[in-house]
């Protein structure tokens, strides 16, 4: 349900309360009572009185932190003048694997012998 579609029963705006309205002088005495006995039921107890105002404090963003500020003292690497050449490719040059099979789509198998690649061949579709 859209916001647009319900009342202004629900709205969000205007949600402060104002001062509290009684029906009659009867229910203002009453409530004016209950809340003296709720105060000397408090002392009684020993809890502290609610704050009712509190200090507005506005926000102060932290202080930005660069690297610079942090690492002043910290050394830098030293670095050989060495160029940074690609590394030699990695081949395999052993004898135990004899192949590559593709099992079920692009499953790729390794082969190791004649056997092992016959059976994979009757496994295809």
């Given at each position: 349900?859209?916001?647009?579609?319900?009342?202004?029963?629900?709205?969000?705006?205007?949600?402060?309360?104002?001062?509290?309205?009684?029906?009659?002088?009867?229910?203002?005495?009453?409530?004016?009572?209950?809340?003296?006995?709720?105060?000397?039921?408090?002392?009684?107890?020993?809890?502290?009185?609610?704050?009712?105002?509190?200090?507005?404090?506005?926000?102060?963003p932290p202080a930005l932190n660069y690297r610079a500020m942090e690492w002043r003292d910290v050394q830098s690497v030293e670095t050989t003048m060495q160029p940074c050449t690609r590394p030699e490719a990695?081949?395999?040059?052993?004898?135990?694997?004899?192949?590559?099979?593709?099992?079920?789509?692009?499953?790729?198998?390794?082969?190791?012998?004649?056997?092992?690649?016959?059976?994979?061949?009757?496994?295809?579709?």
């Amino acid at each position: 349900m859209t916001m647009h579609l319900v009342g202004p029963w629900l709205s969000t705006t205007g949600k402060k309360k104002g001062p509290r309205k009684f029906r009659n002088a009867e229910s203002a005495q009453t409530a004016r009572q209950n809340a003296e006995k709720w105060q000397q039921f408090r002392q009684e107890v020993g809890a502290p009185a609610p704050e009712r105002r509190r200090e507005f404090k506005p926000y102060q963003p932290p202080a930005l932190n660069y690297r610079a500020m942090e690492w002043r003292d910290v050394q830098s690497v030293e670095t050989t003048m060495q160029p940074c050449t690609r590394p030699e490719a990695k081949v395999y040059t052993g004898t135990l694997i004899k192949g590559i099979a593709t099992m079920h789509k692009s499953n790729a198998v390794p082969v190791l012998d004649e056997q092992q690649a016959t059976e994979i061949a009757h496994m295809r579709r």
